[in-house]
């Protein structure tokens, strides 16, 4: 750390958020010189971003605290294409109306993220369709193209792993990807001014060809910054579950799996995971770590990660949603649960099955759990009834009730009259529903 360096610059640090940047000390002054305007893009490979998206994004809301000015691009040209940064293989292409689809829906997230309204430091969100869309194949090959080295192109790490793989290369297509993400720097530079792009570590060879296409093309100093992709202690992807990735938009990922997924964060990743992903002080994330070293027991640690990265993400009514279905499930309490809980429990909060009611006759409540996954066989179900350990909606059953599914079952016992929330044990949960 340079002596007298940026205070946004040694928190992201102190944050372990800075992967690479150039001049470090030059950037460092401009930061402190006045607004910076700086820009992070987010190309619409899906209907929504997903976790791994946060780090730029409370990035870009860091940088406008510190008062900066950010730019969130949203890739409709770019999109069409698909970046070749480390990935194995060619992305497959999504049509026009596809991408265009997805545009907006990633608009409207990035938009939770910045602030529109904040004078001199308002964020703006750009679509780089607005420039490349309408250029012909020989301008760009004219005014881009010659300022690129193929020999210095192809020596791109995540260009060269590609090569390196004769299964599956890398197409033309792809190999311009570089082109188009540099010319985005160039033209935000003379567009709006601006002089830094941050991003994943992977765009590193993106970024710096942008500094130095805007360079040429301008005459303008810029400034690149990387951010860690995050990684977790024990080698497994970031982000992923055994159910799937984890979405920021709601339909696609409840607020209650969002919240589980942070409250379930390995003691080794979750202090890193409170200085990347939320902003509470160091000296508070500190302080947290030094209290849940001295517990015996439960640490405070997760709990607060998955409290802030939920708000942030949900709001506090998102929040609240998925610490009302966290208590009702850990305490029995059912009745407090509102239909929207209900639906985000049988989106992805719960093993879900729907109940047949002409299935009812014959079949003892055994079976029925036994059949959805809940037991290996009718014989353990038994057993737990034996021991008052079925509950359905909270209330007890026992082996009286084995044969009373239509009685279980009924539409008027069902929460919000579809729902049945089925605990075997302590901790196997199955969400049963009429159609």
């Not at 500190?286 to 993400?313: F, P, Y």
């Not at 049988?346 to 036994?370: I, M, S, V």
């Not at 353990?380 to 082996?399: E, F, P, T, W, Y």
Request: net charge negative.
């Amino acid at each position: 750390m340079s002596k007298g360096q940026n205070a946004l610059l040694t928190d992201l640090q102190a944050r372990g958020l800075v992967a690479q940047m150039t001049a470090e000390e030059e950037l460092s002054a401009h930061l402190d010189s006045g607004t910076c305007t700086l820009y992070c893009g987010f190309d619409p490979t899906a209907d929504s971003l997903h976790i791994g998206s946060l780090v730029p994004l409370l990035a870009l809301k860091r940088f406008q605290l510190a008062g900066h000015k950010p730019l969130a691009l949203v890739g409709g040209a770019t999109g069409l294409i698909g970046d070749p940064s480390f990935k194995a293989q060619e992305r497959s292409l999504n049509t026009r109306d596809v991408v265009e689809s997805w545009v907006e829906k990633i608009r409207s997230q990035v938009s939770q993220f910045i602030d529109f309204d904040c004078g001199n430091s308002a964020a703006e969100v750009v679509n780089n369709l607005d420039w490349i869309g309408g250029m012909d194949v020989l301008t760009f090959l004219r005014d881009v193209g010659k300022y690129f080295s193929v020999n210095s192109m192809i020596k791109k790490e995540s260009v060269r792993q590609r090569i390196d793989r004769d299964e599956s290369g890398i197409s033309y297509t792809e190999f311009t990807y570089m082109l188009l993400q540099s010319y985005d720097f160039a033209e935000l530079n003379r567009r709006h001014g601006c002089t830094l792009q941050i991003g994943g570590s992977d765009q590193w060879g993106n970024i710096t060809g942008g500094t130095e296409l805007t360079r040429r093309m301008n005459g303008e100093q810029a400034f690149g910054l990387t951010l860690p992709l995050v990684t977790k202690s024990d080698g497994t992807k970031f982000g992923k579950t055994e159910s799937g990735t984890i979405w920021l938009d709601s339909r696609k990922t409840s607020q209650y799996a969002f919240y589980q997924f942070w409250i379930n964060t390995a003691d080794a990743d979750v202090y890193k995971f409170l200085r990347y992903f939320t902003f509470l002080d160091i000296a508070e994330i500190e302080a947290i770590e030094q209290r849940d070293a001295e517990t015996q027991g439960a640490k405070s640690a997760q709990k607060i990660l998955a409290t802030e990265v939920t708000r942030l993400v949900h709001g506090e009514e998102g929040l609240q949603a998925a610490l009302r279905i966290t208590e009702a499930l850990f305490s029995g309490g059912m009745d407090g649960l509102s239909e929207q809980d209900l639906q985000q429990l049988a989106l992805d909060g719960l093993p879900c099955d729907t109940l047949d009611p002409q299935t009812f006759d014959g079949k003892p409540l055994t079976q029925l759990l036994a059949d959805v996954g809940m037991a290996p066989s009718g014989k353990q179900v038994k057993d737990a009834l034996g021991r008052n350990a079925v509950l359905i909606n909270g209330k007890a059953c026992s082996m009286e009730h084995n044969m009373q599914l239509s009685q279980l079952f009924a539409a008027d016992q069902a929460l919000c009259g579809h729902y049945f929330i089925v605990k075997l044990g302590k901790k196997k949960y199955h969400l049963l529903q009429l159609p």
